[in-house]
T-cell receptor, first 114, second 117 residues
Framework: AQSVAQPEDQVNVAEGNPLTVKCTYS??????LFWYVQYPNRGLQFLLK????DNLVKGSYGFEAEFNKSQTSFHLKKPSALVSDSALYFC????????????WGAGTKLIIKP | GAVVSQHPSWVICKSGTSVKIECRSL??????MFWYRQFPKQSLMLMAT?????????EQGVEKDKFLINHASLTLSTLTVTSAHPEDSSFYIC?????????????FGPGTRLLVL
């Protein structure tokens, strides 16, 4: 069965420090992986995706994610956190053979402290 | 990026009434739109997949007669919550799929918060 795990409900990082939000997945075929961010009272915004090619994917707002096939992971990273990065982050996956339906992680609340 | 709007953003209604939520792709055409439900501090739950010109595909456990979906054009899908009850109170989010295969991405609307009294 397809699944996505975000093992941390909340991640706390000091402003200026690097941040990592973890995501692991399970699909039967080749994965299409996505990261979305949700700010309070706003819709989800697309950050980045991995379909094929370079394992390091660069996205919006300085975020990047690394696809690791052996560890079935797609962790979201940023070298230097900003207070404005505080939000809810969702990882999602779909099998390349699926009908475009995404399987969602539970979400990780990222808190950046000044 | 592509913009998806939802209307209304907030709705409060009495129990037993029906509520219609619109989802529009503003600057692109979307053959497929998705409807999600999100409970507080939880992830998104896919309710149904809406394809233009055909019947929606509902996820297991989602009542078709309760949540009516119409996708009449390539830029508009509607979700009607019929005979709403307090347990239907939630945050409803739509998304529109752009592109195919490796170019595919979903863009999300801002959501509609429904409160049934």
């Amino acid at each position: 069965a397809q699944s996505v795990a975000q093992p941390e409900d909340q991640v706390n990082v000091a402003e200026g420090n690097p941040l990592t939000v973890k995501c692991t997945y399970s699909v039967s075929g080749n994965p299409y992986l996505f990261w979305y961010v949700q700010y309070p009272n706003r819709g989800l915004q697309f950050l980045l995706k991995y379909i094929t090619g370079d394992n390091l994917v660069k996205g919006s707002y300085g975020f990047e994610a690394e696809f690791n096939k052996s560890q079935t992971s797609f962790h979201l990273k940023k070298p230097s956190a900003l207070v404005s990065d505080s939000a809810l982050y969702f990882c999602a996956v779909r099998d390349e053979d699926s009908n475009y339906q995404l399987i969602w992680g539970a979400g990780t609340k990222l808190i950046i402290k000044p | 990026g592509a913009v998806v709007s939802q209307h209304p953003s907030w709705v409060i209604c009495k129990s037993g009434t029906s509520v219609k939520i619109e989802c529009r792709s503003l600057d692109f055409q979307a053959t497929t739109m998705f409807w999600y439900r999100q409970f507080p501090k939880q992830s998104l739950m896919l309710m149904a997949t809406s394809n233009e010109g055909s019947k929606a595909t509902y996820e297991q456990g989602v009542e078709k007669d309760k949540f009516l979906i119409n996708h009449a054009s390539l830029t508009l899908s509607t979700l009607t919550v019929t005979s709403a009850h307090p347990e239907d109170s939630s945050f409803y989010i739509c998304s529109a799929r752009v592109g195919r295969d490796v170019l595919e991405t979903q863009y999300f609307g801002p959501g509609t918060r429904l409160l049934v009294l």
